[in-house]
């Protein structure tokens, strides 16, 4: 028997008519609660783990703020999934919701978890780690090591510029060194120079085939020099190294959506990376949520809401 993946769009779940005030109060407790996982989030540790473990333990930190989240909201008579009962009473009678497969402990687990999407860096810093290392991802050259790690102080706090040369300075002390090319690869990147980027990685996937990190991104830069057959079979290339890993789907999803414009393809695509994410707990849902909203607009437009309907049906994912 199939499982049923159950699709909460991104709408407005406020009631109409709650007092301004009470917005504000509830925004203030969801901000502090948030804050306290991402302090949470911030110290996991992602040595030798993978994505989706690392992500099992990001799910942890949201479940310890979730009932919190559920019980203030509540006294303060706001109800995001609609089961508040007696609210016309002076005496509301509050129950917790501890059921982590319910709709509603997942209304506001979901309601956590898109503030931190959009408000903590610790999350996806944690979310896209790749520590997991072989033989040739660090180097027995002291002098390789000491420049790699003055790099990523400053990838660190996001500054490409000043991190490039300590990994161009690694790499030509030990070219075998494959973080050093993969984190050049980064840099040169996020400094819009994808040839570059292309080339790190080549150079990090001449040494280690199975480096998902580079394919992964290899496939990110291609797009971005508008090359998607490059692009989508770089993502293929992953698939087959990582059956189960959602970046393949999300990202061959993107592209068939942007720049393509095979909105069926797309939806097909990130339907399968909206599954894996909430298999894995990883708060890239939301991100995929985004997508098929735009893909239902799109396909709305083009008067193909039923074949939409139909791919989700496919892909067992109901809309509520």
Request: proline residues 2%; positive net charge.
């Amino acid at each position: 028997m199939k499982k049923s993946f159950t699709l909460i769009l991104l709408i407005c779940l406020f009631v109409y008519g709650i007092a301004q005030d009470t917005k504000k109060k509830n925004a203030k407790f969801l901000k502090e609660l948030s804050e306290n996982a991402c302090k949470c989030i911030d110290s996991i540790g992602t040595s030798e783990k993978s994505n989706e473990d690392v992500a099992k333990e990001v799910s942890k930190c949201i479940d310890a703020q979730t009932s919190a989240y559920q019980l203030g909201a509540k006294l303060l008579g706001i109800d995001l999934s609609g089961t508040l009962e007696n609210k016309d009473k002076k005496s509301i009678d509050i129950n917790i919701n501890t059921n982590k497969n319910s709709t509603e402990y997942k209304s506001y687990y979901f309601e956590i978890e898109r503030y931190l999407m959009d408000n903590c860096k610790a999350l996806k810093t944690k979310l896209t780690a790749n520590d997991i290392t072989s033989d040739k991802s660090l180097s027995n050259n002291q002098k390789a090591m000491e420049w790699y790690s003055k790099g990523i102080k400053f990838l660190k706090n996001d500054d490409y510029k000043n991190a490039l040369p300590f990994f161009e300075k690694a790499v030509k002390v030990d070219s075998l060194f494959t973080f050093a090319w993969d984190n050049l690869g980064v840099c040169q990147r996020k400094l819009d120079n994808y040839d570059g980027a292309i080339y790190a990685y080549e150079k990090s996937l001449a040494l280690d085939p199975n480096g998902t990190m580079p394919l992964q991104n290899i496939a990110v830069a291609y797009q971005f020099k508008k090359e998607y057959t490059k692009a989508i079979k770089a993502y293929e290339t992953l698939a087959q190294l990582d059956s189960f890993n959602p970046e393949v789907f999300y990202g061959i999803g993107q592209i068939y959506a942007f720049y393509l414009n095979d909105q069926e393809k797309a939806l097909d695509n990130i339907c399968k990376a909206y599954k894996l994410y909430v298999k894995q707990k990883s708060p890239y849902r939301t991100d995929a949520e985004k997508i098929m909203s735009t893909i239902y607009q799109e396909m709305k437009k083009q008067d193909k809401l039923p074949r939409f309907n139909e791919i989700l049906k496919e892909n067992d994912i109901n809309v509520n």
